[in-house]
DNA sequence: AATGAATGAGGATTCATTCAT
DNA sequence: AATGAATGAATCCTCATTCAT
């Protein structure tokens, strides 16, 4: 019977773990007690129900892309466009891998998407995109990213390729980035 | 009670009906059969297991958004490239919604994701990034396209945008569009 | 594997037997199933929750009690009113004490009472006090039972009679019959 | 948070509160703690287990009844029989409303009802009962209560009618009084 | 082709209890 | 004397699946 006093954090890490390695549907109360070395019971001394260890899961992941991308803007005007971005957006992918079974299985179940509405209602961060949105409207101050795209819808789409290259689905980052870059439309 | 002989396609419809409005959790064999009109057991009349119901809906709506981007190579040329792409990009998402549960059950869960693999070995269509790679190919070839970006790439890029649109996390389908074709890059 | 159709009074009979031999708080769905030589899962196949179960068993007891009860009222001025007492009294208390732990158990569990009040508003019988009492006022005008009691009254009493029997909390029948007869205030 | 030593008190009232309000069902450990303000594992500084807290919250609400009807026996030829009956139904019923859901449970579960007949055996007061029946047997010597009828019978019968008042089942006690008092055979 | 009855395995959750602090 | 952390056993209940009809 070990006393530990961080077993909050291992079960949030143990969940994050579960869900990233065997996906949602096999992210049991069991299977996370299980990975993280404690009962079954023990979960309910440190959350109401399964579905708030799920949410801490995903907000403590959440949390983590957002201080990635606290520093972003700062960078405005050093190095290059590409290589900023090429690098927030690696690592954004590497932790929102980790996140992606959460986080899709809260955006497609109704039940949970309603819970997370409301605690986004309730003041969590949208901070990723309001970063790079910030970011990018510094640098088109300093001439370096076209005037005239909306820095966050730009924002957002580059967050969608994040995604979609976190979920495996996309083209890597590199190339995506490459074409955000080019664009289609034919320079005369 | 007998019923018509179509009980195979209502299951399917029944499958993706549940999993859009339910989630993939809620997607049971209980309320696959309810939805349907049938009982239970008359699932495993028309599939060996769930999971090939799981797959065959998916297919169903994946060929379902084949169909769609099938008639866009011919139309290069024609109208804008603009209109083109955001006329195909809506028909898509809209019928992308519905798959996305499934789709993305399938795409987290790493035992369900094994079995797709060799589905698509057997030959399942890629049909619509195909599709989509080949029409900004013809695109670019008549100058409406910038020759540098790749083909392939970009239209990976493109059903990133539109899967985000579909699950309601990215931008609306014309804003990403946008800045797409205008690029990130500052024109000189 | 049989494949009974009789599964549902089985169910409801195992709950009696569980509930009077063991106790209400050892009436769980492991016992009960055990009991009825079915698996769990099969109890809710037949009822939609444990407390459905409970309920019906609860009636079916009830149902039985007022079986007896309603032969009563023809009885009046055949034998003696002590003899149709005793006699009624008897049979009631016997199927009464399989009944008190399930009565007992709603009747002191809010939650449960709650339950039971709406399911006596939509008209369960409360035959056998009124059976009792109908017997009672029918033995007035006979002469054979004093005129000045309520007969609806002494119905409840002869009732609560019975149920201590059945608890063994109180007197045996017969003299607490006795002591019913006689009354406390001297005949002078 | 050091608490008064008066921490025992509080348990047995807290359970007696937890168990008149929410039933037997929900007396669990945690919802007694609460009650009583400490943590779940005080109770076990104080009792051995939880069953030892119920027979002791029993017990203490069984004192307060002996209590009560210790003072009747003297009371005989004062007053009326009917006003010093009634009186003393109206305490005990009180008292007994919350205590019925403890000692239903432990009359209707044989485990519980083992511990207790040791128990009385090792010398709890049966008081109540042979208060009622000194009370009888004196003002029968007095001529105010008939000579025929048994005092301990009666006294059982009576604490009968105060349990189904307490329980909500029976009729009033002032109704149940009457018929007792009157009897039910003619008076010629 | 269809189904009602049945179930083994597993789901989340609660229980009374222990122990180091 | 008191408690926060922990847990094994048990709770009710659901799931995908089978089989006789």
Redesign the pocket.
């Known amino acids: 019977?070990?006393?530990?006093?961080d077993?909050k954090q291992r079960l949030i890490q143990a969940a994050v773990h579960v869900a990233r390695t065997r996906g949602y549907a096999?992210?049991?109360?069991?299977?996370v007690?299980e990975q993280a070395?404690?009962?079954?019971?023990?979960?309910?001394?440190?959350f109401?129900?399964?579905?708030s260890l799920i949410h801490a899961a995903a907000s403590d992941t959440a949390a983590q892309v957002s201080a990635v991308t606290q520093e972003l803007p700062p960078r405005a005007g050093s190095s290059t466009v590409r290589a900023n971005l090429l690098d927030v957006m690696g690592h954004m992918a590497s932790v929102r891998a980790d996140m992606a079974p959460l986080e899709l299985a809260i955006a497609t179940d109704p039940e949970l998407s309603q819970a997370r509405s409301q605690a986004i209602e309730r003041g969590l961060p949208d901070g990723p995109p309001r970063h790079l949105a910030e970011y990018l409207a510094a640098e088109q101050s300093l001439g370096r990213v076209t005037a005239t795209v909306d820095p966050v819808t730009t924002a957002l789409v580059i967050m969608t390729q994040v995604f979609g290259s976190a979920l495996g689905t996309g083209p890597s980052l590199e190339d995506s980035l490459d074409v955000l870059l080019t664009g289609l439309e034919p320079r005369t």
Request: net charge positive; aromatic share 8%.
């Open positions: 019977m070990p006393r530990r006093h077993t096999h992210t049991t109360t069991r299977a007690a070395g404690v009962s079954e019971a023990t979960i309910y001394r440190h109401p129900d399964k579905f």
